[in-house]
């Protein structure tokens, strides 16, 4: 078969030559390389600078707020783990309970699917039986993203947006409501992510201090209160009314809009005389309960972390976030400082992989075009001929292209341990080209074939090239089994 395919080609020049420039057409439109070809539609192997080894995982996170971790061990993580159990090719379970908090890992066999395995596992979330959970615990999946999927971090600064120095002048409150309603719904929209989770600073709330001498005083409890706050909160309709002919929608507008609002909440009334919220406690804004914090150069800061989806390009979506950022940037919020500094809120990055990325990358289109011309120097060395160590070099580069055009379509990403594979492998295609052309030469340098022209050509051409391709083809296949281990 192989020396068929040898003659083949060897009649066929057409077709051989369109069958080259095909794949160095695929392969260029499936390199990771940031060659600057606008005009050549492209569709690049997945770039990142650290393989990911983890296993197929996925996460369901489950709050019960102010439990011991006792009660979510018993009540939430040991029914959802007996439940997911069953979920088709689960390997296996393990659960964290901590204060509030639980947290299931279900490890999935290798060959199953990453969205696949996501799908079952709402399925089952959504067929508990009833009275599996507490009423008011719902389980959430975790965001579809790996342990490796943090891409890019950056924190929210007060700059002056002329010189681009620290100025501060914003609280940490202000900075993370900038974060939750603004910037980070701009960057999730961003291609390929999964999501953007903030860190630092201080969520603002609504807080309820109350007064429990004005409480006695007033004979109300706790539970009132809370339920005069929850209903305080709250917009109602009231169906239609009609007059004159026409027909009036009824509202009732009672969404709060500030701490005055919350204030006039009625919780009772004694002899028709209303108990409100005022008259029990103290209503104003404050920070909600946090278990951590961002430090960045040993200070407070506020910020958030980008977290690539499953699948994605990472550096294509650096690239996606970072064009987010320059859209946002003009309509990110500033003030005037008491010295009569402006400060305007900036998104600083403190963590980019984009550049060990692109040194990855770069390793390797080094390593090509330095064994590119130490082989032609090292051919010419050897078999004296300038067209053979053309033609050897050149199998490099097409190699190389055909190489990502397997990566690409059988989901390996281009990374560090990938791409120093293919360094590696670039001696083994030398060491092929090397054996093939100098056998040929030889074969045309014999007295008999000096001068040899047309189909004679051909035939002492194929001579040579099947005389070493079976061995060839066993070295090359005996490789290809040694490293299996290695890539499993």
Known sequence: MLNKLIKFFLENKLITGLLVLI????????????????W?????VPVDAIPDIGENQQIVFTTWMGRSPQDIEDQIS?????????????????????????????IFEDDIEFYWGRTRILEKLNSLPAGTLPTEVQPALGPDATALGQIF????????????????GWDPHELRTIQDFYVGYALTSAEGVSEVAAIGGFVKEYQVDIDPTAMKEYNVNVAQIMKAVKESNLDVGARTMEYNNAEY?????????????????????HSNTPIRIKDV???????????????KGGAEATGAVVVSRFGANPLKVIEDVKKKIEEIKPGLPSKVLEDGTVSKVTIVPFYDRTSLIKETLGTLEEALEHEILISILVVIVLVMNMRASIIISTLLPIGVLMTFIVMRYFGVDANVVAL???????????DVGVIFVENIVRHLEMPENEGVKGRKLLTVIYDGSVEVASA???ALLTTIVSFLPVFA
């Open 472 to 474: 060839i083809m066993t």
């Open 40 to 44: 050549f539609p492209r569709n690049p």
């Open 153 to 168: 971090w950056y924190t929210l600064e007060g700059r002056n947006p002329e010189t681009g120095e620290p100025t501060g």
């Open 281 to 295: 406690a103290k209503v104003n804004f404050g920070p909600s309960t946090r278990r951590g914090g961002l430090d």
């Open 249 to 269: 929608l009824v509202r009732g507008l009672g969404y709060i809009q500030n701490l005055e609002d919350l204030e006039e909440a009625v919780i009772t009334q």
């Open 23 to 38: 794949f160095i057409g695929w392969g260029v439109n499936t390199a990771p390389f940031n060659w600057k070809m606008d």
């Open 420 to 430: 120093s594979g293919i360094a590696i492998a670039i001696g083994v295609m030398v």
């Open 78 to 106: 040991y029914p959802l783990t007996t439940a997911l159990l069953g979920v088709p090719g689960v390997k296996t379970i393990r659960s964290n309970s901590i204060f509030g908090l639980s947290t299931i890992y279900i």
